[in-house]
Nanobody, 121 residues
């Protein structure tokens, strides 16, 4: 079992930045692809970013457009999401995801509880 705890969410003005962190405990995450998803009120949970097991490859949702960056530190069991040039449309609860496949919410083995990101205009 892998336990995931997100931090770093909050309120930021449009154009600002936030850095989300995901701390993993339990089993090591070093063999898993990790990712971030988000869910806005009334909308489906959508893929934001993923990183393969050793950090060599990263993947992003189309809406990211170079604004976000995902990274990981397997030694410390941590995954980050650096978010720049935030827009009000980025307002959502952001979830850390463990053992991600096919960039799909249906193929995630572990979820964190989520952290709220609110971007004001």
């Amino acid at each position: 079992q892998v336990y995931l705890v997100e931090s770093g969410g909050g309120l930021v003005q449009a154009g600002g930045s936030l850095r989300l962190a995901c701390a993993a405990s339990g089993r090591t995450i070093s063999s898993y692809a990790m990712g971030w998803f988000r869910q806005a009120p009334g909308k489906d949970r959508e893929f934001v970013a993923a990183i393969n097991y050793n950090g060599a490859n990263t993947y992003y949702g189309d809406f990211v457009k170079g604004r976000f960056a995902i990274a990981r530190d397997n030694a410390n069991g941590t995954v980050w999401l650096q978010m720049n040039s935030l827009e009000p449309e980025d307002t959502a609860v952001y979830y850390c995801a463990g053992d991600v496949h096919d960039y799909s919410k249906y193929y995630v083995s572990y979820w964190g509880q989520g952290t709220q990101v609110t971007v004001s205009s």
